[in-house]
C-alpha cells in the first residue's frame, strides 16, 4: 500500500528500477488477463484470482451444483499448488532472478499447453492446470527481488490507485512514477483480457497455447542467458543496491 503521508524517495534510481521492471512486468499482466479471459470463456469462474473463484464456489454449493463445485474447488487448490511450486522452486524473496526463474517460466508454459489441450477435449481438468500456472506466476512476481507485484489480478493495484489519488487530493502530492507504474499494470491486465476475449470468441481454447508457446520460450531465452554469463553482471549490481533502496516494498 502507498505511504500514509508522503514519503522521501531517491526519484533517480527510483526511475532507474521502474525501467528495469516495467516490461516484464507489463508482459506478465497482460498474460495474466489474457489466460483468465480464455479460462472463463470455458468456465465462468477466474482463475487467475482466487476472489471470484471462492465466491464462485460457495454459490455452487448454494445451488447443490456438485459437479461445478468441485471444478471451483479444484481452481482454487490449483492457483495455492501453483504458488507453493513457486515457494519451493524459488525460494527467499530477495532472491534476484536467476536459472530458477527460467525454470519457473518454462513450467509455467507447459502447465498451460497441457491445459490447452484438455480444454480442448472438454475437460475441466484443464483448469486447475491454468490456475496452478496462474499462482505459479503470481509468486514469482510476487518474489522479484523482494517486491510485491501483483500480475495475475489488479484489486490491490486499483486500491493502490485510489488512495493515492485519495493522497494527493489531501496533500497535492504525490510520486507520480508509482501511480504511473501501478496504472500501466491495470491497462495491461485490461487488454491482455481484451484480447484474451477477443480470441476466445473466434477460435475457443486453442488460444491458450500462444501463452503456452511464449512462457516456454521466455523461460528458455532467460535461462540460456544467465547460463552464458550475459546478464549475470547487471543483476549482480542490482542486487548488491536493492537492499538500499527500500523503495518498492510498499507494493
Not at 15 to 36: K, S, W
Not at 81 to 105: D, F, N
Not at 116 to 124: M, S, V
Not at 215 to 226: D, E, P, Q, T, Y
Request: aromatic share 10%; charged share 15%; hydrophobic share 50%.
Amino acid at each position: 500500500m502507498p505511504y500514509s503521508h508522503p514519503q522521501p524517495i531517491d526519484r533517480a534510481r527510483a526511475l532507474r528500477d521502474i525501467g528495469h521492471l516495467l516490461p516484464g512486468a507489463l508482459l506478465f499482466a497482460g498474460l495474466g488477463g489474457y489466460v483468465n479471459a480464455v479460462s472463463v470463456g470455458f468456465f465462468k469462474t477466474p482463475v487467475s484470482h482466487m476472489t471470484g473463484a471462492i465466491s464462485h464456489l460457495g454459490v455452487d454449493l448454494a445451488e447443490a451444483r456438485g459437479w461445478d463445485s468441485l471444478s471451483s474447488l479444484s481452481i482454487v487448490l490449483g492457483f495455492m499448488a501453483g504458488a507453493v511450486l513457486a515457494g519451493a522452486m524459488i525460494g527467499s524473496k530477495r532472491l534476484m532472478p536467476g536459472r530458477r526463474y527460467g525454470v519457473a517460466l518454462m513450467g509455467e508454459g507447459v502447465l498451460i499447453g497441457v491445459a490447452t489441450w484438455l480444454l480442448l477435449t472438454q475437460h475441466r481438468l484443464g483448469l486447475p492446470l491454468v490456475a496452478m500456472a496462474c499462482g505459479l506466476q503470481n509468486a514469482m512476481t510476487s518474489s522479484y527481488c523482494g517486491l510485491l507485484i501483483r500480475t495475475t489480478h489488479i484489486t490491490g493495484t486499483m486500491t493502490d490507485i485510489g488512495v493515492m489519488i485519495g493522497h494527493w487530493i489531501r496533500h497535492r502530492e504525490i510520486t507520480r512514477w508509482k501511480l504511473g507504474f501501478m496504472a500501466a499494470l491495470a491497462t495491461a491486465f485490461g487488454l491482455g483480457g481484451w484480447l484474451g476475449a477477443w480470441l476466445d470468441t473466434r477460435y475457443g481454447p486453442i488460444c491458450l497455447a500462444v501463452a503456452a508457446v511464449g512462457c516456454f520460450g521466455a523461460g528458455a531465452a532467460l535461462w540460456f542467458s544467465i547460463e552464458r554469463g550475459w546478464l549475470r553482471r547487471e543483476w549482480k549490481r542490482a542486487e548488491a543496491a536493492q537492499p538500499k533502496t527500500g523503495i518498492f516494498h510498499d507494493f
